[in-house]
């Protein structure tokens, strides 16, 4: 029971760890309570269970095991930290648990590893279980299968990833173990459920009848796919769905249940296969053989390897090239086909890898289609189809384009049956119009063929396009074909079955989505009028759609809907007879018979009653074809009165407007209209009807016929004013679908008319088409004549830098299809795109390929480089001469790619200034080639020459400028070269990638391959590549997302891992937002202002208070805007916009913030608690927002772009007032907002949520609202958060915004989220909570002190010791402001302080007192009435408080009477301002103001003198009183720090200029630590931005260095100076100095080495001039900081180095040093590293050094040094105590042995040296010399000398058995010879020469004594008697130790770490030492002590000789 009594009193967690597995038992039983009893999942209590899980599940007792496996479930479900023991856990699990007995155990592991997987670690423990497949024990294989079968089934396959599964189950089911077999047949039925027959292909090499039996079983499955019913924690919005499904036994559609299945690709789970190394030998010489048997040989084996499903990649080059050769050449079929099938497995094995041969071998095929064999055409189809796969359309349209006009009908009929087919896998996002519209052009040539099975094919693949991308898309390409024919495409389209049962975007009932939004008029089909419905429900919500239909200018426009239009389109021409009938029937019968009157006034009335019928007319009523065609009758458009040809022009127009117009109608009329338009008085009614045709009939084909007929015409003026109609037509419609090779010829035959006005009119047209083509334009007129070019070139440069106007027209049909299309905005993109390449297309290009011949190319790759110079001269001239060249170019592509690795660097710049012209001449072309060329360029980026670097980062940017990043995305090439382990490669590519990424609206998917090289960069040995690779982290994420780059982190090491996660987390932060997708605004190409100006009337709600940069979404894309632009409609859109963003932007709901509080406090929700915001965080917040929040308010406060989040919060402070009472109702999630806002990094979103901030806290206030404290919690420690910003400003508001909080929040409540702020990190956070500390108990006095004023202060007053000296001075100002509130009584409240701390303390408090005495009577008079909130004014407050960090209100007095320099705070309290106004009033009364100013000047400077210099701004008062020298140094010191190196340099070079100049170098005291912190800032910057800067010239970088160096050697030459250095500069100088020495980037520098060298000897400097005791203790942080934070190894390595230095100095410097600060450091140190985690470190140095320093200080100081831990509060903390005690009583063990042998082991130790050394004879010579009178001098200089030389020779044995005298006299001369070579003043020398030469005997027996022996005996004896001046007795030298300056010796240049003489000896040494203080009194300190040893026959030696000797001296003193 005693045992028992005993651990039943131990904490829970120490239970858990019990040596009695009864105690384990009761520890988990209490433990599993205990975790059921917590609620918080972030509660610390977690953190103490961490180590223990693992125990927990492997505990060695089974009854224990299962209890601790209970306990261990309830942790994982419950614990925040739980993830972190996954891999350590799961393992217990695996090992420990799968092999028991028990079930009951089993089943919990089971649970555990399924509850592992539930809280986000289905990776690690999937990797567990995988790794216990590979136990021997079955029973741990069968539970392993067996839980990852229930996780499969529970999870479903998009948690569990099934590849590394299937990888294993072929080798379990060969398993000797049944029970094994078994279960991995149940895991592969469960697989099958949710991959089906994608598993079938892996497993077909299992045994035959577990194969049988597996397909019994996979029969028997249910076909309904399998469901999720297990969810992770981050998926419980699912989970939500699944619950509410499993309520309502609801059924969801197949729609959902396919998409809760993941679909596998067989493919991705097999294995790939490589077959390169497995081509027979001699396959390519069999390929060419004559025989055909061989070359069927070669071919047959070739096809057996392909056969394999997966195939390595690989350089298949050549491989490709032959079989392409068969295909192509070969005259037997057999081989053809047999070739080809060869193909299509390569293409189906390597898929997308292929695709860069894709181009080589599709125009083969397609040649090959000659063919007519069956057998040939199947084979060639499916190598084609299968090619297919490999690659896009785009890629392969100009092949096959090329193959469409060939007279072999097989080979139309088969492209376009290829076609048809490839149509079937596209998607209207993969057939974009740029693709479609050259292939349907040539398609619809085919459907006209004489060739019935050509005209099928071709309908078939029209019919295929139609069904994939819709009839809508289609029709445009078809207006020329009868309808017919267009029946026949819709009958195919209607049989089209696309793959997967996937809907067409068309289909068969693409006609009958209506175009208008207007009800169908009766004449109508019925079939349209029916989806109209559906079509505004489709548009994604359209709030204006009503008032769009309601405009009758709307239905005036003619919106006509798909079949009428194609009706109108192929409209037959009516006979007269047919016109008359229908004119007649709605014209009066009058107009019809005048129309012809000879009278002119006749026909004029006729021509006013044909305008008021068309007028009345209804659109559907209108005949409009009979209507102009009666007017073209006679006298049609020859009528000769103006006034009659007026009016009927104008009924044209009317008719074209109102009417249901076609391009018939208009054939009618044109002809007469361009014939009137160079009329004078007719010229404008005839543009106009122009216009309104071009609005009915599309501008594009309206200007083709216009510029066609006014050319064809002789007429000047109608030439000219037609060219200014369309130049203006294009303003007023925008540039879509402009044929510009409709007309080209025509501008160009105007700009070479005679008529000056066509010329013009020519040229300004060019100038309005540059507007929208650019540059590109003026290629079509390089040949024009010169003088002509320079007016083209004149107007182009008027129009530079222009915007296209924004549309104000649209053809009728266009804008209803756009409207109808609703969010499709993708569309305009293409057409933007498609609009490009048109431009580009219609330049005219040479076909170059006959021109590239074999031998040219046999020249490029000969082996004489001259030879191959020469070959690459040759084809950069036919390049240039051919200017725009197809992208046929033969075999050129390949010869190109061999030079770009040629051995001749100029042959490969050569090569790549070839390629750079080849993408100016190929144009769009070009992608076709980026697979087989293109990424050779990126290879050369990995050259070790910068030129050639350069060069190749050119070309690569020239070819992307033509074919986009798509082609250079998609695949693995890409990642395949980051994959090479080249810095320059992977620094080059990484930079170009970060630059171009984020211009990209989408990317393919196949960017995540680059990723893991991504994470291999970041890790990468070569800083740039890091750096690059850290650029381009945040690009990838804004593409990628965070979810996946942290997926892909997870397979990472460890080590990496966390490294990686870290920089994704800061690469979030600074994520740049998704480019949206532009917008096109009547076809602007190119121009986002236009498409800016368009969607101003179109874009939703939260789009009309932009300013004037839009975000234009993919949503109503230009449709809208065409809407919105014409008549009346943009009025009533914005009406309708203006009143959906009038309505309340909060929405109050009662009781909702009660609510969401009691959520939070039952767990129901994420409490707002975190350190980085998470992504669950942000989702939450938004839900929670939803219902409070207007939608459109909610978008914005959530965009990406930082400038939605500024106007959002502009129009909250808008609604502040007026919505007071609902901003409350929301408050908690407002705050909450602002937060999230707190981790942004943009500056200017932080300062207008602290302005809001800042109005919101004032409405509070005028509210008499009082925060909660659910809403406090959430809220202030992320305020308090930014109080440590960086930028003043921030700072001052976030403090305004504290003093504001006090009035709606107590003061008591808000000073302990203040006292955690004080924890902090941030040196600026800790000072600045310190400052609003003392700031509250100065207002509130003690009692906000929470949660007593003793703790408080406490904690406050150890800020006093802080290592930061604005933190430092903050604590100050606090502790006398709690003095100022309750006197001396603050002593006690403080506890024990160091007696630094304590005097620093109590001379700010007298500083204060002073100060207060003189403000008294001032701060009295200026006090008016206030507030218990307000702060009190008295200047004792201000003066207390550090400028830089005053509070903006309680300083803005000051300042302003000061220096005006700042302007007032906007928001600074009326109460203040009274304040300034009274001060003023009573200044002006109070008569000996100049007195007390001149008093306060005094006091004010007082500060100066203090030792420890402020590195804070100084405030305004300060400036104006301080001596200009002061503020010149200040200045200087400031530029220092500058950004630019010239101006750091030239204030370095100030500042050594001074500290050259001894009697000039004071002014710098005071000084020092602001000087060294500018210093290594400047260090800093050089580290991280100049040296990675490459425009940043080397040279002046070593300048930089050189001068921060030589300044710091001559600071620390002048020791007065150095000591000056604090403690946390000296830390972060080193810090600095030493990653300076580590930069590896110095090797490359040139005169690096060099100032590696000058460092090594700053660092030296700096240790010995410094104060020591800073510089121990700045080396101790340092160490721990290293070891804390994982630093280089290299780095500790120096630092320790750097403490051993120190150590060795200790005994010169022990006596100054301050040894309860050292200790301290030391107590802190041990406690954060005790010695069970230093010995796990990698190293022990840190160890042995920490034990060394101690053990030093032991031997040095005895037993005394325990007399040195007062500073420490708990000494319990560390084992400091200890270990000292353990030295101490091991050195007084010791003691009696070392003095008893120390006399026989002398003479001996001394013999054997002397006898071994060599120098000893030499010594012996020189010591002979210094004992003889004649020679002294020169034994001395020979001595100097000899030490010089050998720094390091030991002179101990030559002069412990020589008189004290003796040696002193040594020490001296040495010491003046020094100072005679250094050119010092000369050491006065004193004291006897000795008259007789010394014997150097070894034996000290028969030494001779003297006179001068006993001089100095007689002097130590007056010494003792406390006769000699400055001189010690023993009982002194013990009592005040540090009190004694230190001695020197230059005799030993490196001293021993300790004294090998025990404490008695240091003892005796010290009465020695003493006697030399009479003699160096005035000499400076020195820097080595005295070795000094007792003499070996001295009887002091033995202990009880000294105590009887210590008695008689005490009794002589009484």
């Known amino acids: 029971m005693g045992d028992d009594s005993e651990w039943m009193k131990l904490p829970i967690d120490q239970k858990c760890e019990h040596k009695v597995w009864k105690a384990r038992l009761s520890g988990y039983e209490e433990a599993l309570k205990l975790f059921q009893r917590i609620q918080d999942e972030k509660s610390p209590e977690w953190g103490k269970y961490l180590g223990l899980m693992k125990k927990f599940v492997t505990d060695s007792n089974a009854v224990a095991q299962l209890k601790g496996l209970e306990a261990a479930l309830v942790f994982i479900e419950n614990a925040h930290v739980a993830a972190k023991t996954t891999g350590e856990v799961v393992s217990g699990v695996v090992s420990k648990v799968f092999n028991q007995p028990k079930a009951r155990a089993k089943e919990l592991g089971t649970d555990i590893c399924l509850m592992y997987m539930e809280i986000e670690k289905a990776e690690v423990v999937q990797e567990e279980l995988l790794k216990g497949l590979e136990n021997k024990n079955p029973k741990i294989v069968v539970a392993c299968i067996e839980t990852l079968r229930k996780a499969l089934s529970e999870f479903g396959s998009k948690i569990v990833t099934l590849k590394p599964i299937v990888k294993i189950l072929c080798k379990q089911f060969e398993s000797r173990e049944k029970a094994v077999r078994d279960e991995v047949k149940l895991l592969a039925v469960e697989i099958y459920k949710w991959i089906r027959d994608a598993l079938r292909p892996p497993l077909q090499n299992i045994n035959s009848v577990q194969l049988k039996e597996l397909e019994e079983e996979w029969v028997k499955l249910p076909s309904s796919p399998p469901k999720q019913t297990r969810f992770l924690r981050s998926q419980q919005d699912l989970k939500a769905k699944f619950e509410q499904q499993q309520a309502h036994g609801e059924q969801s559609d197949g729609e959902d249940e396919e998409e809760t299945v993941v679909a596998v690709d067989p493919y991705e789970l097999l294995e790939a296969v490589e077959i390169l190394s497995k081509i027979p030998k001699d396959f390519y010489d069999k390929i060419e053989a004559k025989k055909w048997q061989e070359r069927r040989e070669a071919v047959e084996a070739v096809e057996a390897l392909t056969k394999n499903p997966k195939l390595e990649n690989g350089d298949y080059g050549d491989l490709v090239r032959a079989l392409k050769k068969v295909v192509g050449k070969d005259a037997n079929v057999m081989l053809v086909s047999a070739a080809a099938k060869c193909l299509a497995a390569l293409a189906s094995g390597l898929r997308k890898k292929f695709g860069m041969y894709a181009g080589q071998v599709v125009p083969t095929i397609l040649e090959k289609f000659k063919e007519k064999k069956p057998q040939v055409v199947q084979a060639l189809q499916e190598a084609i189809d299968a090619i297919f796969l490999t690659t896009t359309l785009q890629n392969l349209s100009e092949d096959i384009l090329g193959v469409m006009d060939n007279k072999n009908p097989s080979i139309k009929q088969q492209a376009s049956l290829f076609l048809a087919r490839s149509f079937r896998h596209c998607t209207q996002g993969t057939l974009p119009k740029g693709v479609l519209k050259p292939l349907c052009a040539a398609l619809i040539k085919q459907v006209n063929d004489s060739a019935p099975e050509v005209r099928d094919a071709a309908f078939e693949a029209l019919g295929t396009a139609m069904k994939v991308v819709g009839e809508k898309a289609v029709n445009p390409f078809l207006s020329d074909l009868d309808k017919l024919k267009l029946d026949k495409i819709k009958e195919s389209a209607d049989k089209v079955e696309l793959p997967g049962g996937k809907k067409g975007a068309g289909g068969g009932g693409g006609a009958k989505k209506p175009a208008a939004k207007t009800p169908p008029p009766a004449e109508a089909p019925p079939k349209s009028s029916v989806p109209s419905k559906k079509s505004q429900t489709g ?39 047919v016109c008359e009938e229908r004119a007649a029937g709605v014209l009066p019968a ?92 007719c010229g404008g009614n005839s543009k106009e009807g122009l216009t309104a045709i071009g609005e009915a009939c599309s501008l594009p084909w309206t200007a083709e016929q216009v510029m066609s007929l006014a050319f064809a015409q002789k007429n000047p003026k109608n030439q000219a004013e037609t060219l200014n109609w369309l130049a203006n037509a294009m303003k007023e419609f925008g540039f879509t679908g402009i044929n510009v090779k409709g007309f080209i010829n025509n501008v160009k035959t105007a700009l070479g008319a005679t008529n000056p006005a066509v010329r013009t009119a020519a040229i300004a047209l060019l100038g309005v088409m540059f507007l929208y083509m650019g540059a590109c334009l003026r290629m079509f007129f390089e040949d024009e004549k010169p003088a002509l070019l320079v007016q083209i070139d004149a107007e182009f440069e008027k129009m530079q830098g222009q915007s296209p106007p924004a549309p104000i027209r649209f053809t009728k049909k266009s804008a209803a299809e756009e409207e109808e299309e609703g969010d499709e905005g993708e569309e305009q993109e293409e057409d933007g795109a498609a609009t490009a390449q048109d431009i580009m297309d ?209 397979k990472l090491k460890t080590a990496s891992k966390d490294q990686v996660v870290g920089m994704l987390e800061k690469a979030r932060a600074v994520m740049p937002a998704k480019p949206a997708a532009p917008a096109k605004a009547g076809g602007g190409r190119g121009s986002a202002e236009p498409s800016r100006a368009a969607s101003a009337s179109k874009e939703p709600a939260s789009e009309d208070f932009v300013d ?157 609202y009082h925060l909660t404290e659910y809403e406090a919690n959430s809220f202030i420690p992320y305020l308090i958060l930014k109080v440590g910003e960086s930028k003043d400003v921030v700072r001052k508001d976030v403090r305004a915004i504290l003093a504001s909080m006090c009035k709606v929040y107590p003061a008591s409540k808000v000073f302990p989220f203040l006292m955690d702020g004080t924890k902090s990190k941030n040196s600026k956070q800790r000072a600045e909570c310190l400052e609003e500390l003392g700031c509250l108990i100065e207002g509130y006095g003690m009692h906000v002190c929470q949660p007593t004023a003793a703790k408080s202060l406490k904690e406050i007053a150890v800020h006093i010791g802080d290592r930061d000296t604005s933190v430092r001075n903050a604590a100050l100002n606090t502790v006398v402001a709690v003095y100022n509130v309750c006197g001396e009584q603050v002593y006690k409240l403080i506890g024990n302080l160091s007696e630094k701390d304590m005097s620093m303390l109590e001379e700010r408090i007298k500083r204060s007192a002073k100060k207060t005495a003189l403000a008294a009577a001032p701060a009295k008079a200026s006090v008016p009435e206030r507030s218990q909130r307000e702060h009190p004014a008295n200047p004792n407050g201000t003066f207390l408080r550090k400028p830089a960090q005053e509070d903006p209100n309680k ?39 100049p007195d007390l100013v001149q008093h306060k000047l005094e006091e004010l400077l007082e500060p100066i003198m203090i030792p420890e210099p402020r590195m804070r701004s100084v405030s305004p008062h300060f400036d104006d009183l301080h001596n200009s020298t002061a503020s010149t140094i200040n200045f200087v010191i400031s530029q220092v720090a500058s950004g630019d190196i010239n101006n750091s340099i030239q204030a370095l070079a100030q500042i050594d200029e001074v500290l050259r100049q001894e009697d000039k170098a004071e002014v710098m005291s005071g000084h020092i630590d602001q000087f060294l912190i500018a210093t290594f800032m400047q260090l800093r910057l050089i580290y991280s931005t100049h040296m990675a800067d490459d425009r940043v010239d080397k040279r002046d970088i070593v300048k930089l260095y050189s001068c921060i160096i030589g300044n710091m050697l001559s600071l620390f030459s002048m020791e007065s100076l150095a000591r000056e250095a604090s403690l946390g500069v000296l830390k972060d100088l080193m810090h600095g100095v030493i990653t300076l020495m580590l930069d590896g980037r110095m090797e490359d520098i040139e005169d690096g080495q060099q100032i590696i060298r000058s460092l090594n000897l700053l660092v030296t400097r700096v240790l010995v001039k410094s104060d020591q005791t800073n510089m121990i203790s700045a080396l101790l942080v340092l160490l721990q900081d290293s070891l804390s934070t994982a630093a280089p190894p290299l780095f500790c390595e120096l630092v320790i180095k750097c403490l051993w230095r120190m150590i060795r100095f200790l005994p010169e410097t022990i006596d100054n040093i301050n040894l309860d600060r050292i200790l301290l450091d030391v107590h802190t140190f041990m406690k954060i590293f005790p010695k069970e985690k230093l010995k796990q470190l990698k190293s022990d140095v840190p160890h042995r050094t920490l034990k060394t320093l101690l053990h030093t200080l032991c031997k040095l100081r005895g037993a005394e040094i325990l007399d040195h831990l007062s500073m420490i509060e708990n000494r319990n903390e560390s084992e400091l105590e200890a270990h000292l005690r353990r030295s101490v009583k091991h050195n007084g063990n010791l003691c009696g042995l070392k003095s008893d042998r120390g006399n026989e082991k002398t003479g001996l130790c001394t013999e054997d040296r002397m006898s071994k050394a060599k120098v000893s004879d030499i010594l012996t010579e020189i010591f002979k010399k210094i004992g003889s009178k004649e020679n002294t001098k020169e034994g001395l200089t020979e001595l100097y000398e000899y030490k010089q030389k050998y720094s390091d020779a030991d002179l101990e044995p030559f002069l412990k058995n020589t008189s004290q005298f003796f040696q002193s006299y040594v020490e001296r001369g040495l010491r003046l010879i020094e100072s005679e070579r250094e050119g010092k003043a000369r050491i006065q020398t004193s004291g006897v020469i000795p008259q007789h030469g010394m014997d150097f005997s070894l034996s000290s027996s028969n030494e001779e004594l003297k006179p001068a022996v006993y001089y100095e005996r007689l002097k130590i004896l007056r010494q003792r008697h406390g006769l000699e001046n400055n001189s010690k007795g023993i009982g002194g030298s013990e009592d005040e130790p540090q009190q004694r300056p230190p001695t020197s010796s230059l005799l030993s240049s490196k001293p021993p770490v300790a004294s090998s003489t025990d404490m008695l000896h240091s003892k005796l040494s010290q009465l020695k030492e003493s006697r030399e203080l009479y003699q160096q009194e005035h000499n400076a300190h020195s820097h080595s002590p005295t070795h000094a040893h007792t003499r070996s026959a001295s009887p002091a030696a033995n202990l009880d000789d000294l105590k009887k000797r210590l008695e008689r001296i005490k009794s002589n003193r009484q």
Not at 559 to 572: I, M, R, V
Not at 1467 to 1489: H, N, W, Y
Request: proline residues 4%; charged residues 30%; neutral net charge.
């Open 590 to 681: 009058s107009c019809l018979q005048q129309l012809d009157s000879a009278n002119w006034k006749e026909r004029l009335a006729s021509m006013e009653e044909f305008q008021k019928a068309v007028e009345t007319l209804n659109r559907t009523e209108m005949p409009c074809q009979a209507l102009v065609r009666i007017l073209a009758k006679k006298p049609g458009w020859k009528e000769t009165n103006f006034q009659v040809m007026q009016i009927k022009l104008h009924i044209v127009a009317l008719i074209a407007q109102r009417g249901q117009f076609s391009k018939t109608s208009a054939s009618v009329v044109l002809d007469g209209l361009v014939d009137k338009i160079g009329d004078v008085k």
């Open 1451 to 1489: 300083l803005n007095q000051a300042r302003q009477n000061a220096q005006h320099s700042e302007s007032s705070h906007p928001s600074i309290p009326k109460e203040f301002q009274l304040d300034l106004d009274m001060i003023e009033m009573d200044q002006s009364r109070v008569c000996e103001l």
């Open 1108 to 1264: 004037s940069k839009p975000e234009v979404k993919k949503v109503r894309g230009g449709a809208a805007g065409k809407k919105g632009a014409a008549g009346k409609k943009p009025a009533a859109k914005s009406q309708k916009d203006d009143e959906d963003k009038s309505g309340p932007i909060f929405i109050l709901i009662p009781n909702s913030k009660e609510q969401r509080i009691k959520e939070e406090k039952q767990l129901k929700i994420l409490k707002w608690n975190f350190t980085t915001p998470r992504e669950e965080y942000v989702e939450q917040l938004k839900a929670q927002m939803s219902t409070c929040f207007a939608k459109w308010l909610q978008d914005e406060l959530f965009h990406l772009d930082f400038q939605r989040h500024v106007r959002a919060i502009g129009i909250m402070i808008e609604r502040l007032e007026s919505e007071s009472e609902a901003t409350i109702s929301c408050l908690d999630l407002i705050l909450k907002w602002f937060t999230l806002r707190f981790f942004d990094t943009n500056t200017t979103v932080l300062m207008k949520v602290l302005e809001y901030l800042k109005l919101l806290l004032a409405m509070l206030d005028s509210e008499n």
């Open 539 to 577: 548009a994604a919500s359209k709030s204006s759609a009503v008032s769009k239909k309601c405009k009758p200018t709307a239905v005036a426009s003619g919106k006509t809907k798909k079949s009428p239009d194609s009706k109108d389109f192929t409209e037959g021409e009516l006979s007269i007879e």
């Open 842 to 1050: 219609l330049l005219p290009r040479t076909d170059i390929s006959d021109k590239i011949t074999c031998d040219l190319l046999s020249k490029i790759g000969d082996k004489n480089w001259k030879i191959r110079k020469e070959g690459l001269d040759e084809t950069a001239a036919i390049v240039s001469e051919a200017k725009f060249i197809t992208a046929n170019i033969g075999d050129l592509p390949l010869a190109l790619k061999a030079r770009l690795s040629d051995s001749n660097k100029i042959l490969v710049q050569q090569t790549l200034s070839i390629l750079q012209q080849l993408s100016t001449a190929m144009g769009p072309g070009l992608k076709q080639h980026v697979k087989s060329l293109g990424f050779s360029i990126i290879t050369v980026l990995g050259d070790s020459k910068a030129n050639v670097r350069a060069a190749a980062m050119t070309t690569l940017q020239a070819w992307v400028e033509q074919t986009g990043m798509k082609e250079w995305l998609e695949g693995e090439d890409l990642s395949e070269e980051l994959r090479k382990e080249n810095p320059f490669l992977r620094q080059e590519v990484l930079g170009w990638l970060a630059e171009k990424l984020p211009a990209q609206i989408t990317v393919p998917g196949d960017l995540i391959t680059c990723v893991p090289q991504l994470y291999s960069c970041l890790e990468d040995r070569n800083g740039d590549v890091r750096k690059k690779a850290q650029d381009a982290l945040p690009t990838f994420m804004m593409h990628l997302g965070y979810d996946k780059m942290d997926k892909a982190a997870g």
